[in-house]
C-alpha cells in the first residue's frame, strides 16, 4: 500500500521526446529535400528518354539521323575545295563580307546537316505519325540553334567572350528545346547561400552574368556611337572631345551596373559596405590612381593639353596621341611611346610647343671669319632660310650678331615653323645645310680652331 501512496503522488513527468530542431536546419532540411525531388524528376525524364530510344521507330530516327550526318560530311568535303576556290576570286570584297564566309566554310558540314534533316522532318511528318518523327524535330531544332548561336556569337571579337557566351548559349538552347527548363532553374536557385539578408545562388548568378553582359555590351555600343560622333563634331575642342566621351562613357557603365544589379535582385543598400571599403582602400593605396584620375579631369577641364599637342617633359619630347584616366600617352619622333602618368603633367614643369597656338620659333648658331662682310653674312643666311621648307615666311627669319669669338664672328639665325610634330632636329638640320651652300657659293668661310708649333733651337 505505501508503494502505491508513492506512486499515486509523485507528480506526472513529461513523456521523453525527439530534439527540437531550429529554424535554419529545417530550412536547410527543406533545401535538401527541393533538391532531390528535382534531381528525381531529371532522374524519370532522363531514365524515359533513354527507354524511349530503345523503341524502334526511334532507333530508326537515330540511324537516319546518322546517316544524314554522313551525307553532309560527305557533302561538305566536296563542297568545300570549290567554295574555297570561290571565295579566292571573291578577295576584293569588304573585310566583314569575307570574315562571314570563312565563317561559313568553317561551319559547312554543319550547315548541310541542317538544309537536309529538316525536309528529312517535314517529309516523315506528312508521310507517318508524329510522334514517329518526333526525335528526328529534337535533332534538327538542336543542329539549328548550334549553328545560329555559332554564327551570331562571331559577332563578339573577345575569344574568352565568344566562347563563354557560345556554350551558355548552346547549353540555355538544348535546354529550352528538351523542355526541361523549369527543372533546370528550380535546381540552380535550390544551390544557394545567404549573406545577411541577400540570398545568392547559381541562377541568381548566371542572371546577373546574362544581364550585366547584355548591359555593357549596350552601354559599349552606345558610348563607341556617341564617341564617334562627339570626335566628328570639329566645333568642341579636342580636349573637351576627350572629357565628353570619358563622362559618356563612366555614365553609361555606371548605369548598366545600376540596372543589372537591381534586374537581378540585388539590394543596393549592401553596396554601402563595400563603398566604406573603396573609401579605407582608396585611403591606404590608392592614392596615386585617385590622383591620376583627378589630374587627368583637371588637364581635360583646364585645357593645358590636349591630342596632338607638342610638349617636352624633362629628356621627353613628342606629341600627345591619347589622354586616359591614368595616364597620357606621347609618342617621339623616333616611334616610341610613352606613359606618363596624368599627376607628372600637373606637377612638373611642361614646355607645350603648341598650347595657345602652332607656332615655334628656332635658334640656330654660326660663325664666319673676321675677313667676311657681316651685312653680306646676315642678308644670306636669312635668305638661306627662307628657302627651307616648313620655315615660314609671313614670320621672317632674322639674324644677329651675338659675339666675336676668338675665331669666328658669332651669329644667330632665327626663324619660324608651325608644325612642331613634323620635328625640331630635322628642320635645323636642313636651315644648316643650306647655309653651307650659300656660303660655299658666295665664298663665305667657316673659321675653325687652328694651332700653330714652332720648334726653337736651344743654341746647343
Excluded at 300 to 325: R, Y
Aim: proline share 4%; charged share 20%; aromatic share 10%.
Amino acid at each position: 500500500m505505501e508503494n502505491e501512496t508513492t506512486l499515486a503522488t509523485r507528480p506526472n513527468l513529461p513523456e521523453a521526446s525527439a530534439p527540437a530542431t531550429s529554424a535554419p536546419e529545417q530550412a536547410s532540411g527543406a533545401v535538401v529535400n527541393e533538391a532531390q525531388e528535382i534531381a528525381l524528376s531529371l532522374a524519370d525524364k532522363a531514365q524515359g528518354f533513354l527507354e524511349g530510344l530503345l523503341r524502334p521507330w526511334n532507333a530508326y530516327q537515330i540511324v537516319i539521323a546518322l546517316v544524314l550526318f554522313i551525307v553532309a560530311h560527305l557533302l561538305a568535303k566536296l563542297l568545300r575545295p570549290r567554295y574555297r576556290e570561290w571565295m579566292r576570286s571573291r578577295e576584293n570584297w569588304p573585310k566583314w563580307r569575307l570574315r562571314f564566309m570563312l565563317l561559313v566554310e568553317r561551319r559547312l558540314r554543319l550547315i548541310c546537316f541542317v538544309l537536309l534533316i529538316f525536309p528529312t522532318v517535314w517529309l516523315m511528318r506528312e508521310l507517318t505519325w508524329p510522334s514517329r518523327s518526333y526525335l528526328l524535330g529534337v535533332i534538327a531544332n538542336l543542329a539549328l540553334a548550334w549553328l545560329v548561336i555559332a554564327i551570331v556569337t562571331r559577332l563578339i571579337n573577345n575569344g574568352f567572350l565568344r566562347s563563354l557566351v557560345r556554350y551558355a548559349g548552346w547549353a540555355w538552347a538544348t535546354l529550352v528545346i528538351l523542355g526541361i527548363t523549369e527543372e533546370a532553374i528550380s535546381l540552380m536557385d535550390t544551390a544557394a547561400i545567404e549573406l545577411g539578408t541577400l540570398r545568392l545562388s547559381i541562377w541568381m548568378l548566371v542572371q546577373a552574368v546574362f544581364t550585366l553582359g547584355l548591359l555593357f555590351f549596350l552601354a559599349r555600343s552606345v558610348s563607341k556611337a556617341t564617341a564617334s560622333g562627339v570626335r566628328r563634331n570639329e566645333d568642341i575642342s579636342p580636349s573637351m572631345q576627350v572629357l565628353v566621351i570619358k563622362f559618356a562613357q563612366v555614365g553609361l557603365y555606371g548605369l548598366a551596373l545600376f540596372v543589372g544589379l537591381r534586374a537581378t535582385g540585388v539590394d543596393l543598400t549592401g553596396l554601402a559596405v563595400l563603398s566604406g571599403a573603396i573609401g579605407v582602400g582608396l585611403g591606404f593605396g590608392l592614392q596615386k590612381v585617385v590622383s591620376n584620375l583627378v589630374s587627368g579631369v583637371i588637364i581635360l577641364l583646364d585645357k593645358s593639353i590636349k591630342p596632338g599637342d607638342v610638349i617636352s617633359l624633362g629628356e621627353t619630347f613628342g606629341w600627345i596621341n591619347t589622354l586616359g584616366a591614368r595616364y597620357t600617352s606621347v609618342v617621339t619622333r623616333d616611334g616610341r611611346e610613352y606613359l606618363i602618368p596624368n599627376e607628372d603633367l600637373i606637377t612638373g614643369q611642361v614646355v607645350n610647343w603648341s598650347h595657345s597656338d602652332d607656332f615655334v620659333r628656332l635658334d640656330i648658331y654660326f660663325g664666319t671669319a673676321y675677313g667676311d662682310d657681316p651685312h653680306k653674312v646676315r642678308a644670306l643666311a636669312i635668305e638661306a632660310a627662307r628657302g627651307v621648307d616648313r620655315v615660314l615666311s609671313h614670320k621672317a627669319p632674322v639674324c644677329h650678331i651675338v659675339g666675336f669669338g676668338d675665331n669666328s664672328v658669332d651669329y644667330i639665325l632665327r626663324f619660324w615653323i608651325k608644325d612642331p610634330t613634323g620635328g625640331l632636329t630635322n628642320i635645323r638640320g636642313n636651315v644648316y645645310l643650306a647655309l653651307w651652300d650659300k656660303f660655299q657659293e658666295n665664298n663665305i668661310s667657316i673659321p675653325f680652331p687652328q694651332r700653330e708649333v714652332r720648334m726653337l733651337d736651344d743654341g746647343s
